[in-house]
């Protein structure tokens, strides 16, 4: 059974920086892309970055410039690096991964990692 288990969230002031990590674990599959969401309290999730098996990225506007992604294919890991943290970074992220699993292609959920920016 495939599990994607976060690490890394937690309390932090304004402008200050957090590392979220994600790895994949379970056997017989490959990973298309993998990225991150995010959920605020009455809001809809939405993407926070996400990046493909070759390295393609994309990010949300609000998070450019202070946010980079990044992943290790080997270990099956993707991280988040989060600086500039403003009060409105503050929401539950999940990581997300597309994995093939033989002829089926299915999108994999974390259980979220709460993300607090407060002074």
């Known amino acids: 059974q495939v599990q994607l288990v976060e690490s890394g969230g937690g309390l932090v002031q304004p402008g200050g920086s957090l590392r979220l990590s994600c790895a994949a674990s379970?056997?017989?599959?490959?990973?298309?892309?993998m990225g991150w969401y995010r959920q605020a309290p009455g809001k809809e999730r939405e993407l926070v970055a996400a990046?493909?098996?070759?390295?393609?990225?994309n990010f949300a506007n609000s998070v450019k410039g202070r946010f980079t992604i990044s992943r290790n294919n080997a270990e099956n890991t993707v991280y988040l690096q989060m600086n500039s943290l403003k009060p409105e970074d503050t929401a539950v992220y999940y990581c997300?991964?597309?994995?093939?699993?033989?002829?089926?292609?299915?999108?994999?959920w974390g259980r979220g990692t709460q993300v607090t920016v407060s002074s």
């Open positions: 997300n991964a597309e994995l093939i699993l033989g002829t089926v292609v299915a999108d994999y």
């Open positions: 379970g056997s017989n599959f490959r990973i298309n892309a």
């Open positions: 990046i493909t098996s070759g390295g393609r990225i």
